[in-house]
């Protein structure tokens, strides 16, 4: 079984930053973030996979960075010149199949963190 806890969400003005973290307990196969905004689907922004492969959605690409500490068997995602259209609740999730950057992918993960609140504003 797999338990993820993500923290660091917040309030914050444009062009600021925030990091994400997320705590997992068990094995986490591939990891990544997803952001659901209200009245939205979830999406997928970045993923880290077994190997340490990163990928980002292109509406975060230059801004925001995922890591993962194995040692901690903890994910990271670095925000930096966040945007308005950034707020959304944030999702660690974990499966043993890789995860899908972008619209369509939700559907498929098994593991999900209870999501931190991240608010832009203008």
């Known amino acids: 079984q797999v338990h993820l806890v993500e923290s660091g969400g917040g309030s914050v003005q444009a062009g600021g930053s925030l990091r994400l973290s997320c705590a997992a307990s068990?094995?986490?196969?591939?990891m990544g973030w997803f952001r659901q905004a209200p009245g939205k689907e979830r999406e997928g922004v970045a993923k880290?996979?077994?190997?340490?492969?990163?990928s980002v959605a292109e509406s975060v690409k230059g801004r925001f960075t995922i890591s993962k500490d194995n040692a901690k068997n903890a994910l990271y995602l670095q925000m930096n010149s966040l945007k308005p259209e950034d707020t959304a609740m944030y999702y660690c999730?974990?499966?043993?199949?890789?995860?899908?950057?972008?619209?369509?992918?939700?559907?498929?993960?098994?593991?999900w963190g209870q999501g931190t609140q991240v608010t832009v504003s203008s």
């Open positions: 999730a974990a499966d043993p199949f890789k995860l899908q950057i972008g619209y369509g992918g939700s559907s498929y993960v098994r593991y």
């Open positions: 880290i996979d077994v190997d340490g492969t990163t």
């Open positions: 068990g094995y986490t196969y591939n």
